[in-house]
């Protein structure tokens, strides 16, 4: 059985390296050419349409807000992984993985702006009334072949599947780190399943409700305790920003908690780190957007580089730089890489305090992940088999939560990558085989006066 899990691991170690970086990063490069680096050309529009208009009224079709699909999205993606990954990334890829983190975000923003113009373009509504979307409806629609039917049922198959280990992933973070307030586990268990349970049996309404309120209160708690940080420690701001940007290009020498990094390494990290911070490609935002309000699929999609730019650029910079001015990457052992950001912040506001922000940061982002990977998981078996199955698997997801407080299916954590390769393959073979309708679409809400006057975005 251990060379059977081994073979797993390796073929796993493999596969998420020059592979998949390939068909992410490489797939981003071509719809970044072919879209005529739109994320560069028109950012300063898409902050206006996001940042700008957070509590402006919507107009057209749809469920629920774009601000509030925005943060459903968001929930998923802002998780325990920005505050224990990028500390990983710096101590096995050197602080210039952080440099490559935010390039390869930028370009891969290309990858989530398609797949939610596709997501609004093929949407549908379901029986209850609700608009549902995602690569599942526009891979078997879009596509007009039975190749295109066959990757919205691999996409939405092996979707519904992984989210059952990494759900219970999930569980394990929230457990342990309320282990360390002495919280027990089943109370904590207890109460995931009871919270995620009445969220997502309530819909995607309730979703986005419960979300609009608690991802702006999370985020700004944990920003705000990183920037307290930054600010005791502003006089090695410039230092900070000099090792990303010099390590970025030339290799670090191992001290403390980092390892020592060549140029590929940092790059490898830092790409891994900026794929996974904002799932872009992943095919799971344009789920959550599907059921937004929105008059041109184009306008929708500009929510996806506000998510890259909160996600990425603001959360996982501020854990970045709170590890480089703090200086606990120096004395941090590698192994225990993921503390660094807890040590920061028990080392300037004490262990309670400290210990208690990032605690209940962790507690916050993993409840929020779980209630809309819960969701996500829902719509697939929905997709597949009806809506009274997609209750059955929201009970399934909820057990996987109990199952992952006590530890009851770690065997099946090592085909988390695995499972994730097989969603995303089919996504970006999708967005590239309908890159066209994208381009389209693009044009016509740039060309259209209704949707976007130029005079009036440059007064």
């Excluded at 009334?129 to 007009?144: E, N, R």
């Excluded at 730019?309 to 996982?316: F, Q, R």
């Excluded at 809309?372 to 909820?398: D, H, P």
Aim: proline share 4%.
């Amino acid at each position: 059985m251990q060379t059977f899990v081994d073979a797993i691991v390796n073929f796993s170690n493999w596969l998420w390296g020059i592979p998949m970086m390939v068909i992410l990063v490489g797939g981003s490069i071509i719809l970044t050419i072919k879209l005529g680096f739109f994320q560069f050309k028109y950012f300063p529009f898409a902050m206006r349409e996001t940042f700008g208009k957070i509590f402006a009224k919507p107009e057209g079709e749809g469920t629920v807000s774009p601000f509030q699909a925005a943060t459903a999205a968001l929930a998923s993606t802002i998780g325990a992984s920005n505050i224990v990954g990028v500390p990983v990334a710096i101590a096995f890829g050197g602080p210039g993985a952080v440099f490559w983190m935010w390039i390869v975000a930028l370009i891969a923003s290309a990858a989530k702006f398609s797949e939610i113009v596709l997501g609004i373009k093929y949407r549908e509504k379901n029986e209850e009334g609700d608009y549902v979307g995602g690569p599942m409806y526009f891979l078997s629609k879009g596509i007009k072949s039975g190749l295109g039917k066959a990757l919205g049922i691999i996409f939405s198959f092996f979707l519904m599947i992984e989210l059952i280990p990494s759900i219970a992933t999930q569980a394990v973070s929230a457990v342990q780190t309320a282990g360390t307030i002495n919280i027990p586990n089943w109370v904590t268990g207890g109460i995931l399943v009871i919270l995620v349970g009445l969220v997502v049996f309530g819909g995607i309404r309730r979703i986005a409700t419960f979300t609009e309120k608690l991802v702006p209160f999370m985020a700004l708690l944990y920003l705000l305790g990183g920037l307290i940080i930054i600010i005791v420690n502003i006089t090695e701001l410039p230092r900070a920003f000099g090792l990303i940007f010099k390590h970025a290009f030339t290799p670090i020498a191992a001290t403390g908690g980092i390892a020592g990094a060549t140029l590929a390494q940092a790059l490898r990290w830092g790409t891994a780190r900026g794929v996974y911070s904002n799932e872009a490609g992943m095919g799971t935002a344009p789920i959550a957007h599907a059921a937004a309000v929105t008059d041109h699929p184009v306008r929708q999609a500009m929510w996806g580089l506000f998510e890259i730019v909160v996600d990425t650029v603001i959360v996982c910079t501020i854990t970045a730089l709170v590890i480089l001015v703090s200086g606990v990457y120096k004395i941090v052992p590698t192994d225990q890489a993921a503390s660094m950001p807890a040590v920061a912040f028990q080392q300037l506001l004490g262990d309670s305090i400290g210990g208690g922000v990032v605690t209940i940061s962790i507690l916050l982002f993993v409840l929020s992940t779980i209630i809309v990977i819960t969701y996500y998981g829902k719509t697939q078996a929905e997709f597949l088999f009806g809506s009274k199955f997609s209750n059955i698997m929201v009970v399934v997801y909820l057990i996987s939560i109990i199952l992952g407080v006590y530890g009851g299916i770690e065997f099946l954590y090592n085909f988390l990558d695995i499972l994730l390769a097989t969603i995303i393959i089919p996504n970006m073979i999708g967005l590239l085989m309908l890159s066209n309708e994208v381009k389209d679409l693009k044009n016509e809400f740039f060309s259209n006066p209704k949707y976007y006057d130029k005079a009036k975005v440059n007064n």
